[in-house]
């Protein structure tokens, strides 16, 4: 049983800790003359902020805590257009030199409010009205006052200047009112993160993983192409080089070109009514025009700013002759019909040829058909019962019920 315990007590501190957030936390005011510095390479654990925080609050100061719901370390350097190319912290940048920087914090909140004592503390929030309550004077010497007064249509850098300058008039407001304060800002979640999907990729031919290729205004991804006829099939490799001719904005080929097997593949594309298809494949040498189908509709396909991601292997053959093909294994495609760089040119969101009623849907619509219908029929029989109106009277004389009745 003890070590039941243990186990359990350890996947709760796993789970607490994968939990915990790292938001940057700034401090100023009247700070003591410490010789802390701030590591802007590592994190500072809950332990160590602590233990920073008792040193800083040794004098028990008048100490306010403003709290963003998102910030990162991004939002203190960003320069927005929107303010001329000014900082969204002018008020925060003039008082680096009495202030105490960390950028990462292991759950500085969680921190704060243990180490702030609940019969000296007022808990505000900064509306779009002012302040929620007014601040006793009398009672606390924490307040933390949440800055949830975001506005609809309005930017980041507009925000964050707002609340800098409610920064600035609060702090100027007590320290009139106390001797000695300290500010701390901080927030409960970080407000950048980098997607991992995120990379830069070279505007040239060649593949940047060996099945991912990059060409001008065409991305695809293929593990193996194959060109197949009477004699049996082959593997095309060794991409060595392409080239894209457009016709209009609404045509566009591509073609590929292996040098070792002397065999060039273009493909065409079509763009009309907010779609685009991979009409024909033309095989070199011998000029064969190769569709995919019956050769009067497509089947590659997808919405204009999505991907083709349906089957794992796509043949194209030639009308006349079935032997004669090219089949492309495991294959995603999109075209763009225009010129753009390489990091532009990113998959958009797969189109997999799925209906909207697919298996599951129509098992579940068949399932509450059928419960359907078997409460309706409960229903009705429940309708047709019919209960007694007559009653023997045992001083009368006996109901008698005649047949038709």
């Not at 003890?2 to 939990?19: E, G, K, N, Q």
């Not at 002012?130 to 800055?147: P, Q, T, V, Y």
């Not at 830069?200 to 695809?220: A, C, E, K, P, Y």
Request: charged share 20%; hydrophobic share 40%.
């Amino acid at each position: 049983m003890a070590r039941c315990h243990i186990v359990f007590l350890t996947l709760v501190l796993s789970v607490a800790s994968s939990l915990s957030t790292e938001v940057p936390v700034f401090l100023w005011g009247d700070l003591p003359k410490t010789s802390l510095k701030s590591n802007p390479l590592s994190t500072i654990s809950a332990s160590e902020f602590d233990s920073i925080l008792k040193e800083e609050l040794a004098n028990d100061p008048f100490t306010v805590i403003f709290i963003e719901e998102n910030l990162s370390v991004e939002d203190f350097s960003r320069r927005d257009l929107e303010l001329g190319g000014d900082t969204s912290y002018p008020y925060l940048h003039a008082n680096l030199g009495d202030s105490y920087y960390l950028p990462s914090v292991e759950d500085p909140l969680r921190v704060l409010n243990k180490l702030a004592d609940p019969e000296r503390v007022n808990h505000v929030k900064l509306t779009e009205n002012g302040l929620s309550a007014d601040i006793d004077s009398d009672n606390g010497r924490f307040l933390f006052i949440n800055l949830n007064d975001a506005r609809d249509g309005e930017s980041r850098a507009s925000l964050l200047r707002r609340h800098n300058d409610f920064l600035e008039n609060m702090i100027t407001k007590l320290q009139e009112r106390y001797n000695t304060v300290i500010a701390v800002y901080t927030a409960r979640y970080p407000s950048w993160t980098v997607p991992e999907s995120h990379s830069r990729v070279r505007r040239q031919v060649q593949q940047s993983n060996g099945n991912d290729h990059i060409f001008d205004g065409l991305r695809l991804y293929v593990e193996a192409i194959q060109v197949s006829d009477s004699r049996g099939f082959k593997n095309l490799t060794t991409l060595t080089a392409s080239s894209t001719a457009y016709s209009n904005v609404t045509l566009m080929s591509t073609t590929l070109s292996f040098a070792n097997e002397n065999i060039s593949i273009a493909l065409n594309f079509e763009s009309k009514s907010g779609y685009w298809l991979l009409d024909s494949v033309t095989l070199e040498p011998g000029n064969y025009n190769l569709v995919y189908g019956d050769g009067f509709t497509s089947e590659v396909y997808a919405l204009s700013n999505f991907s083709y991601r349906c089957a794992e292997n796509i043949t194209f053959r030639a009308v006349n002759d079935t032997k004669l093909g090219v089949s492309f294994v495991n294959l995603k495609v999109q075209p763009f019909f225009a010129t753009l760089n390489a990091s532009q040119m990113e998959f958009g969101d797969s189109f997999n040829c799925s209906g909207f009623f697919s298996a599951p849907i129509w098992s579940g619509l068949f399932v509450v058909f059928i419960m359907l219908l078997i409460t309706f029929y409960g229903i009705m029989n429940m309708m047709d019962i019919r209960t007694m109106d007559r009653f023997d009277d045992p001083k009368g004389k006996t109901i008698t019920v005649n047949a038709l009745e």
